[in-house]
């Protein structure tokens, strides 16, 4: 199973950035890093994935290490509206795109 | 703009009882798949579909079947309801198997055995 570790929680301040860490050290060449959040009471929500190359969307930033190991979503300006869990998940493509999920990083953001 | 739909949204059953927990996607994805949440947990994979006619179990199967015979509705049964299946469950749909395309969930069954 393609394993993630990410820190169990994080806090930020109201309108500064949110760098979320994870580290994926067993990742294979063709697997997927995606980038989830979970609100409370909903079901995850996606918000950015990528392969090799860092990713920007509308949402965040995803940036890669080199190695592909570790991992960082980039939230640039936290809001209230973003305080939830982030699971951070490999994708092997190998395997018929199963998803595993931890328990991810519950962000607090502070106003 | 539907997306996944699960039905029903809450339920109580008691130990014992069986129950068939719905979901339907109305974006002709071939992957579909099953999670439930305990409190305080990620989700885990119970059971998976990369396409119509075609089940394959995850992490958790034990105690709940599937079936796959539209690309529409991937339905999840509990056979005989224990309290240890009291979870949120979510359904997942994708693409395509592999293609590392990000998975829409539907907004879970709250689902409590008593």
């Known amino acids: 199973d393609a394993k993630t570790t990410q820190p169990n929680s994080m806090e930020s301040n109201e309108e500064e950035p949110v760098h979320l860490p994870c580290n994926h050290s067993t990742i294979s060449g063709t697997d997927y890093i995606h980038w989830y959040r979970q609100l409370p009471s909903q079901g995850p929500e996606y918000v950015i994935h990528g392969l090799t190359s860092n990713v920007n969307n509308r949402m965040a930033s995803l940036a890669i290490a080199e190695d592909r190991k570790s991992s960082t979503l980039i939230l640039h300006r936290a809001t209230l509206r973003d305080a939830a869990v982030y699971y951070c998940i490999l994708s092997p493509s190998n395997t018929g795109n199963q998803f595993y999920f931890g328990t991810g990083t519950s962000l607090t953001v502070i106003p | 703009n539907a997306g996944v739909t699960q039905t029903p949204k809450f339920q109580v059953l008691k130990t014992g009882q069986s129950m068939t927990l719905q979901c339907a996607q109305d974006m002709n994805h071939e992957y579909m798949s099953w999670y439930r949440q305990d409190p305080g947990m990620g989700l885990r994979l119970i059971h998976y579909s990369v396409g119509a006619g075609i089940t394959d179990q995850g992490e958790v199967p034990n105690g709940y079947n599937v079936s796959r015979s539209t690309t529409e509705d991937f339905p999840l049964r509990l056979l005989s309801a224990a309290p240890s299946q009291t979870s949120v469950y979510f359904c997942?749909?994708?693409?395509?198997?592999?293609?590392?395309?990000?998975?829409?969930f539907g907004d879970g069954t709250r689902l409590s055995i008593l």
């Open positions: 997942a749909s994708s693409p395509s198997p592999g293609s590392g395309q990000p998975q829409h």
